[in-house]
Nanobody, 124 residues
């Protein structure tokens, strides 16, 4: 069973930065594509960013391009989401997710394993 654990959420002022981390417990981490999603009350979980285990294959939601950067350290089984220039509309619970395969997909139903989520709150 693959387990994911997020950390790094918190409260930040608009324009600030946070870095989220996701520790993934699996011996075959380098065969999983991982992604970050976010969710606000009453809305569906939305794709934020994803990174394939194949080098150079990342994808971002239009709303975060140029501000957020996803990366992964296969030696540490960890995925990161560096979030800069945060805005109040980025406020959400952020979830880390993983799926077998090399393709970054944007649909949350296409990911098999999920973390418990971490709250990010951006004040204006």
């Amino acid at each position: 069973q693959v387990q994911l654990r997020e950390s790094g959420g918190g409260l930040v002022q608009a324009g600030g930065s946070l870095r989220l981390s996701c520790a993934v417990s699996t011996p075959s981490f380098d065969t999983y594509t991982t992604g970050w999603f976010r969710q606000t009350p009453g809305k569906e979980r939305e794709f934020v960013a994803g990174v394939s285990w194949t080098v150079g294959r990342n994808d971002y939601a239009d709303s975060v391009k140029g501000r957020f950067t996803i990366s992964r350290d296969n030696a540490k089984n960890t995925v990161y989401l560096q979030m800069n220039s945060l805005q109040p509309e980025d406020t959400a619970v952020y979830y880390c997710a993983a799926r077998r395969g090399s393709t970054v997909l944007v649909g949350f139903r296409q990911y098999t394993f999920w973390g418990q989520g971490t709250q990010v709150t951006v004040s204006s």
